[in-house]
Protein backbone atom coordinates (compact mmCIF):
# COMPACT_ATOMS: atom_id res chain seq x y z
CA UNK A 1 0.00 0.00 0.00
CA UNK A 2 1.28 3.43 -0.78
CA UNK A 3 1.48 5.71 2.11
CA UNK A 4 -0.27 9.13 1.31
CA UNK A 5 1.85 11.83 1.30
CA UNK A 6 1.18 14.46 4.55
CA UNK A 7 -1.59 16.91 3.81
CA UNK A 8 -0.66 20.96 2.72
CA UNK A 9 -2.95 23.44 3.09
CA UNK A 10 -2.52 27.21 2.18
CA UNK A 11 -3.39 29.65 4.47
CA UNK A 12 -6.49 30.29 2.82
CA UNK A 13 -7.28 26.23 3.22
CA UNK A 14 -6.76 26.16 6.83
CA UNK A 15 -8.62 29.23 7.75
CA UNK A 16 -11.62 26.96 6.02
CA UNK A 17 -11.17 24.07 7.85
CA UNK A 18 -9.79 25.10 11.42
CA UNK A 19 -12.93 27.75 11.46
CA UNK A 20 -10.55 30.89 12.17
CA UNK A 21 -10.11 33.99 10.01
CA UNK A 22 -6.20 34.34 8.16
CA UNK A 23 -5.63 37.74 10.19
CA UNK A 24 -6.03 35.15 13.47
CA UNK A 25 -3.86 32.47 12.05
CA UNK A 26 -1.28 35.34 11.20
CA UNK A 27 -1.91 37.17 15.06
CA UNK A 28 -1.34 33.40 16.79
CA UNK A 29 1.82 33.28 14.53
CA UNK A 30 3.22 35.74 15.90
CA UNK A 31 2.13 35.72 19.50
CA UNK A 32 4.24 32.40 19.05
CA UNK A 33 1.04 30.09 19.80
CA UNK A 34 1.31 28.44 16.21
CA UNK A 35 4.50 27.43 14.83
CA UNK A 36 5.49 29.15 11.43
CA UNK A 37 4.58 27.70 7.87
CA UNK A 38 7.44 26.17 5.67
CA UNK A 39 8.21 28.34 2.86
CA UNK A 40 8.35 26.83 -0.24
CA UNK A 41 9.38 29.41 -2.86
CA UNK A 42 6.90 32.13 -2.69
CA UNK A 43 4.39 30.42 -0.86
CA UNK A 44 4.13 29.26 2.80
CA UNK A 45 2.53 25.28 3.02
CA UNK A 46 1.05 24.40 6.27
CA UNK A 47 0.32 20.86 7.31
CA UNK A 48 -1.48 18.79 9.73
CA UNK A 49 0.20 20.09 12.85
CA UNK A 50 -0.94 23.25 11.81
CA UNK A 51 -4.73 22.67 12.01
CA UNK A 52 -4.76 20.18 15.32
CA UNK A 53 -2.74 23.60 16.76
CA UNK A 54 -5.79 25.73 15.87
CA UNK A 55 -8.02 23.44 16.83
CA UNK A 56 -6.55 22.96 20.25
CA UNK A 57 -6.07 26.64 20.82
CA UNK A 58 -10.08 26.61 20.00
CA UNK A 59 -11.31 24.39 22.38
CA UNK A 60 -9.26 26.24 25.16
CA UNK A 61 -10.50 29.52 24.40
CA UNK A 62 -13.86 28.10 24.70
CA UNK A 63 -13.19 26.44 28.10
CA UNK A 64 -12.22 30.53 29.55
CA UNK A 65 -8.47 30.03 28.98
CA UNK A 66 -6.68 33.33 27.97
CA UNK A 67 -4.03 33.13 25.04
CA UNK A 68 -1.35 34.00 27.35
CA UNK A 69 -2.21 30.68 29.77
CA UNK A 70 -2.64 28.87 26.73
CA UNK A 71 0.50 29.90 25.25
CA UNK A 72 2.28 28.55 28.57
CA UNK A 73 -0.12 25.20 28.63
CA UNK A 74 1.51 24.74 24.88
CA UNK A 75 4.57 25.42 25.72
CA UNK A 76 4.22 22.46 28.60
CA UNK A 77 3.21 20.55 25.83
CA UNK A 78 5.67 20.70 23.21
CA UNK A 79 8.02 20.23 26.07
CA UNK A 80 6.93 16.89 26.85
CA UNK A 81 5.28 17.39 29.71
CA UNK A 82 1.60 15.81 31.00
CA UNK A 83 -0.88 18.39 29.15
CA UNK A 84 -3.59 16.39 31.91
CA UNK A 85 -1.91 18.08 34.89
CA UNK A 86 -0.45 20.93 33.52
CA UNK A 87 -4.33 21.58 32.38
CA UNK A 88 -5.76 21.14 35.76
CA UNK A 89 -2.87 23.53 37.49
CA UNK A 90 -4.26 26.36 34.77
CA UNK A 91 -7.33 25.74 35.38
CA UNK A 92 -7.21 26.23 39.28
CA UNK A 93 -4.98 29.61 38.79
CA UNK A 94 -7.88 30.82 36.23
CA UNK A 95 -10.69 29.78 38.31
CA UNK A 96 -12.94 32.17 40.06
CA UNK A 97 -11.51 33.21 43.66
CA UNK A 98 -15.19 33.50 44.76
CA UNK A 99 -19.03 31.85 44.64
CA UNK A 100 -20.51 34.79 43.98
CA UNK A 101 -22.26 34.41 40.83
CA UNK A 102 -22.42 37.68 38.33
CA UNK A 103 -26.44 39.05 37.48
CA UNK A 104 -27.74 41.24 35.13
CA UNK A 105 -29.22 44.57 35.11
CA UNK A 106 -31.43 46.68 33.36
CA UNK A 107 -30.98 50.38 33.20
CA UNK A 108 -34.36 51.07 35.05
CA UNK A 109 -33.46 48.17 37.78
CA UNK A 110 -29.86 50.55 38.20
CA UNK A 111 -31.40 53.83 38.34
CA UNK A 112 -34.06 52.63 41.10
CA UNK A 113 -31.47 51.32 42.68
CA UNK A 114 -29.86 54.17 42.99
CA UNK A 115 -33.01 56.82 44.26
CA UNK A 116 -34.42 56.57 40.59
CA UNK A 117 -31.89 59.37 39.19
CA UNK A 118 -30.04 58.13 35.84
CA UNK A 119 -26.71 59.69 36.35
CA UNK A 120 -24.72 59.31 33.17
CA UNK A 121 -21.30 60.25 34.89
CA UNK A 122 -21.82 57.97 37.44
CA UNK A 123 -22.28 55.32 35.34
CA UNK A 124 -19.69 55.92 33.41
CA UNK A 125 -17.54 55.70 36.18
CA UNK A 126 -18.64 52.21 37.23
CA UNK A 127 -17.84 50.66 34.05
CA UNK A 128 -14.25 52.23 34.26
CA UNK A 129 -14.07 50.70 37.39
CA UNK A 130 -15.66 47.18 36.40
CA UNK A 131 -18.71 47.50 38.96
CA UNK A 132 -20.49 47.46 35.40
CA UNK A 133 -20.34 45.79 32.48
CA UNK A 134 -21.93 47.14 29.06
CA UNK A 135 -23.68 44.51 27.33
CA UNK A 136 -22.59 44.58 23.17
CA UNK A 137 -25.83 45.33 21.43
CA UNK A 138 -28.42 46.63 24.42
CA UNK A 139 -27.78 50.32 25.43
CA UNK A 140 -30.70 49.46 28.65
CA UNK A 141 -28.68 46.43 30.42
CA UNK A 142 -25.69 45.71 32.17
CA UNK A 143 -23.80 42.76 33.30
CA UNK A 144 -22.73 43.09 37.27
CA UNK A 145 -19.70 41.04 38.21
CA UNK A 146 -19.88 41.42 41.33
CA UNK A 147 -23.80 41.93 42.96
CA UNK A 148 -22.67 42.50 46.69
CA UNK A 149 -20.33 45.57 45.61
CA UNK A 150 -22.94 46.83 43.88
CA UNK A 151 -25.45 46.24 46.67
CA UNK A 152 -22.99 48.12 49.13
CA UNK A 153 -22.35 51.37 46.73
CA UNK A 154 -26.30 51.42 46.83
CA UNK A 155 -26.76 50.81 50.32
CA UNK A 156 -23.97 53.91 50.93
CA UNK A 157 -25.70 56.56 48.55
CA UNK A 158 -29.49 55.67 50.60
CA UNK A 159 -27.51 56.88 53.66
CA UNK A 160 -26.19 59.84 52.28
CA UNK A 161 -23.07 59.35 50.93
CA UNK A 162 -22.66 60.84 47.01
CA UNK A 163 -21.92 58.83 44.12
CA UNK A 164 -18.86 60.67 43.72
CA UNK A 165 -17.47 59.99 46.94
CA UNK A 166 -18.33 56.00 46.96
CA UNK A 167 -16.38 55.64 43.64
CA UNK A 168 -13.08 57.81 45.26
CA UNK A 169 -13.70 55.40 48.29
CA UNK A 170 -13.81 52.27 46.11
CA UNK A 171 -10.57 53.25 44.18
CA UNK A 172 -8.69 53.86 47.29
CA UNK A 173 -10.12 50.39 48.78
CA UNK A 174 -8.82 48.66 45.67
CA UNK A 175 -5.63 50.05 45.78
CA UNK A 176 -5.16 48.85 49.59
CA UNK A 177 -6.85 45.48 48.69
CA UNK A 178 -4.36 44.71 45.68
CA UNK A 179 -1.36 45.19 48.18
CA UNK A 180 -3.02 43.04 50.65
CA UNK A 181 -3.37 40.13 47.58
CA UNK A 182 0.45 41.33 46.17
CA UNK A 183 1.84 40.38 49.46
CA UNK A 184 -0.17 36.91 50.18
CA UNK A 185 0.99 35.74 46.96
CA UNK A 186 4.46 36.96 47.64
CA UNK A 187 4.38 35.13 51.00
CA UNK A 188 2.77 31.85 49.47
CA UNK A 189 5.21 31.53 46.67
CA UNK A 190 8.18 32.13 48.76
CA UNK A 191 7.25 29.24 51.62
CA UNK A 192 4.95 27.50 49.54
CA UNK A 193 5.46 27.24 45.48
CA UNK A 194 9.28 27.68 45.69
CA UNK A 195 10.02 24.35 44.86
CA UNK A 196 7.47 24.15 41.81
CA UNK A 197 9.39 27.40 40.45
CA UNK A 198 12.44 26.13 39.50
CA UNK A 199 11.79 23.57 36.70
CA UNK A 200 9.16 23.18 34.79
CA UNK A 201 6.88 20.98 36.69
CA UNK A 202 6.42 16.98 36.03
CA UNK A 203 2.48 16.51 35.72
CA UNK A 204 2.59 14.77 39.43
CA UNK A 205 4.08 18.13 40.22
CA UNK A 206 1.37 20.22 38.43
CA UNK A 207 -1.19 18.17 40.20
CA UNK A 208 0.16 18.52 43.89
CA UNK A 209 0.71 22.63 42.87
CA UNK A 210 -2.78 22.12 41.45
CA UNK A 211 -4.47 20.88 44.87
CA UNK A 212 -2.39 23.44 47.44
CA UNK A 213 -3.73 26.17 44.95
CA UNK A 214 -7.23 24.70 45.78
CA UNK A 215 -6.70 24.84 49.56
CA UNK A 216 -5.12 27.54 49.74
CA UNK A 217 -7.69 29.66 47.41
CA UNK A 218 -10.00 30.49 50.49
CA UNK A 219 -7.40 31.45 52.98
CA UNK A 220 -6.35 35.13 51.63
CA UNK A 221 -10.26 36.13 52.11
CA UNK A 222 -10.46 34.39 55.29
CA UNK A 223 -7.53 36.31 56.87
CA UNK A 224 -8.87 39.44 55.63
CA UNK A 225 -11.89 38.86 57.08
CA UNK A 226 -11.09 38.05 60.57
CA UNK A 227 -8.47 40.92 60.71
CA UNK A 228 -11.29 43.64 59.12
CA UNK A 229 -13.72 42.34 62.18
CA UNK A 230 -10.92 42.51 64.91
CA UNK A 231 -10.02 46.32 63.26
CA UNK A 232 -13.12 47.64 63.34
CA UNK A 233 -14.21 45.61 66.97
CA UNK A 234 -11.07 47.31 68.56
CA UNK A 235 -11.61 51.10 66.77
CA UNK A 236 -15.07 51.21 65.77
CA UNK A 237 -16.96 51.81 69.01
CA UNK A 238 -14.17 54.36 70.17
CA UNK A 239 -14.28 56.32 66.87
CA UNK A 240 -18.28 56.77 66.67
CA UNK A 241 -18.40 57.70 70.20
CA UNK A 242 -16.04 60.25 70.19
CA UNK A 243 -17.66 61.90 66.49
CA UNK A 244 -20.77 61.43 67.72
CA UNK A 245 -19.89 63.01 71.24
CA UNK A 246 -18.39 65.70 69.49
CA UNK A 247 -22.01 66.35 67.01
CA UNK A 248 -24.56 66.06 69.76
CA UNK A 249 -25.78 69.80 69.94
CA UNK A 250 -24.34 71.64 73.28
CA UNK A 251 -27.55 71.71 74.57
CA UNK A 252 -28.15 68.02 75.01
CA UNK A 253 -25.13 67.96 76.90
CA UNK A 254 -25.10 67.91 80.41
CA UNK A 255 -23.70 70.72 82.33
CA UNK A 256 -20.37 68.61 83.62
CA UNK A 257 -20.08 66.67 80.91
CA UNK A 258 -16.56 67.17 78.60
CA UNK A 259 -15.14 65.08 76.47
CA UNK A 260 -11.80 65.26 77.18
CA UNK A 261 -8.92 62.91 75.35
CA UNK A 262 -5.92 62.12 77.38
CA UNK A 263 -3.03 60.88 76.29
CA UNK A 264 0.35 59.56 77.92
CA UNK A 265 2.92 61.84 78.89
CA UNK A 266 6.45 61.50 78.48
CA UNK A 267 5.56 57.71 78.68
CA UNK A 268 8.56 55.59 77.23
CA UNK A 269 6.10 52.91 76.10
CA UNK A 270 5.47 52.11 72.77
CA UNK A 271 2.47 53.23 71.10
CA UNK A 272 1.14 49.61 70.49
CA UNK A 273 1.33 49.06 74.29
CA UNK A 274 -2.77 49.02 74.94
CA UNK A 275 -2.20 50.95 78.02
CA UNK A 276 -0.57 53.45 76.19
CA UNK A 277 -3.66 54.05 74.20
CA UNK A 278 -5.83 57.12 74.23
CA UNK A 279 -8.65 56.97 76.32
CA UNK A 280 -11.57 59.75 76.65
CA UNK A 281 -12.74 60.55 79.75
CA UNK A 282 -15.53 63.36 81.03
CA UNK A 283 -14.52 65.32 83.41
CA UNK A 284 -16.20 68.25 85.35
CA UNK A 285 -17.29 71.15 82.86
CA UNK A 286 -16.25 73.94 85.47
CA UNK A 287 -13.05 72.32 85.93
CA UNK A 288 -12.17 72.32 82.64
CA UNK A 289 -13.58 76.20 81.75
CA UNK A 290 -11.01 76.84 84.67
CA UNK A 291 -8.43 74.83 83.31
CA UNK A 292 -8.84 76.36 79.91
CA UNK A 293 -8.56 79.93 81.50
CA UNK A 294 -5.04 78.89 83.10
CA UNK A 295 -3.41 78.08 80.69
CA UNK A 296 -5.25 78.78 77.36
CA UNK A 297 -7.49 76.54 75.44
CA UNK A 298 -4.41 75.06 72.91
CA UNK A 299 -2.66 73.63 76.00
CA UNK A 300 -5.80 71.96 78.45
CA UNK A 301 -5.57 68.86 77.28
CA UNK A 302 -1.43 68.37 77.85
CA UNK A 303 -2.24 70.45 81.16
CA UNK A 304 -4.61 68.00 82.32
CA UNK A 305 -2.66 65.16 81.31
CA UNK A 306 0.78 66.39 83.08
CA UNK A 307 -1.04 66.86 86.07
CA UNK A 308 -2.41 63.37 86.67
CA UNK A 309 0.55 62.37 85.73
CA UNK A 310 2.00 64.05 88.19
CA UNK A 311 0.15 63.09 91.03
CA UNK A 312 -0.03 59.36 90.29
CA UNK A 313 3.94 59.78 90.29
CA UNK A 314 4.03 61.79 93.88
CA UNK A 315 1.31 59.00 95.25
CA UNK A 316 3.82 56.24 94.19
CA UNK A 317 6.96 57.94 95.48
CA UNK A 318 4.61 58.75 99.06
CA UNK A 319 3.93 54.66 99.35
CA UNK A 320 7.20 53.65 98.51
CA UNK A 321 8.03 55.75 101.38
CA UNK A 322 5.67 54.25 104.05
CA UNK A 323 2.92 56.76 103.14
CA UNK A 324 4.25 59.22 105.03
CA UNK A 325 2.88 62.72 104.29
CA UNK A 326 0.53 60.87 101.53
CA UNK A 327 -3.09 63.11 101.23
CA UNK A 328 -6.07 61.43 102.42
CA UNK A 329 -8.16 60.41 99.30
CA UNK A 330 -10.45 63.17 98.01
CA UNK A 331 -7.65 65.60 99.20
CA UNK A 332 -4.95 67.72 98.32
CA UNK A 333 -1.11 67.64 99.38
CA UNK A 334 -1.28 71.50 100.04
CA UNK A 335 2.65 73.36 101.44
CA UNK A 336 4.09 73.04 104.66
CA UNK A 337 2.69 75.97 106.94
CA UNK A 338 4.36 79.42 106.83
CA UNK A 339 5.99 78.39 103.29
CA UNK A 340 6.42 81.66 101.13
CA UNK A 341 7.92 82.52 98.16
CA UNK A 342 7.31 80.98 94.77
CA UNK A 343 5.64 77.30 94.47
CA UNK A 344 7.63 74.21 94.15
CA UNK A 345 7.83 72.79 90.51
CA UNK A 346 6.02 70.03 91.56
CA UNK A 347 3.43 72.38 92.98
CA UNK A 348 0.42 73.03 90.98
CA UNK A 349 -0.53 75.67 89.84
CA UNK A 350 -4.15 77.90 91.25
CA UNK A 351 -6.90 78.75 88.65
CA UNK A 352 -8.55 81.66 88.63
CA UNK A 353 -11.15 81.41 91.21
CA UNK A 354 -8.60 80.94 93.90
CA UNK A 355 -8.80 76.88 93.87
CA UNK A 356 -5.45 74.62 92.51
CA UNK A 357 -5.82 73.16 89.73
CA UNK A 358 -5.66 69.23 90.80
CA UNK A 359 -8.33 70.05 93.21
CA UNK A 360 -10.84 70.50 89.96
CA UNK A 361 -10.42 66.74 89.46
CA UNK A 362 -12.21 66.11 93.12
CA UNK A 363 -15.37 67.23 92.02
CA UNK A 364 -18.15 65.12 90.74
CA UNK A 365 -20.37 65.03 87.56
CA UNK A 366 -24.01 65.00 87.93
CA UNK A 367 -24.14 61.09 87.72
CA UNK A 368 -22.43 61.04 90.54
CA UNK A 369 -18.85 59.25 89.50
CA UNK A 370 -16.41 61.00 91.61
CA UNK A 371 -13.58 62.28 89.58
CA UNK A 372 -11.51 62.06 91.88
CA UNK A 373 -8.33 60.75 92.42
CA UNK A 374 -7.91 57.49 94.38
Known amino acids: MTEQPPAEYRIEDLAHLSGATVRTIRAYQDRG ?6 RRGRANVY ?20 LASIKELLQAWDAGLDLGGVLGLVAEIDGPWTDEEPSRLS ?7 FGGTSDETAIAEAVALGVLERVPGRDDEFLVPSPQELAVAAELHSAGVPLRAISGHLREVRGQVEHIAARFLDFT ?20 AAALVRRLRPLAQQTIDAELARAMRTLATRYLRHHLSDARPAETR ?11 VSDPRPETDPAAVCEEVLLP ?8 ALVGPENAAAFIAAAAHREVQARTMDALAGGSGSAPAGGSRSAPSGETGPAPAGAAAS ?3 GRRADDLFAEEDDRGHPNRRP
Open 47 to 66: GEPHLTRLRQIAGLLDRGYT
Open 351 to 353: TAD
Open 189 to 208: TEHVFQPFLDHPPTGAEAAE
Open 285 to 292: ADAVRAVR
Open 254 to 264: RPTEVVATVEP
Open 33 to 38: LLPRPE
Open 107 to 113: RAELDAA
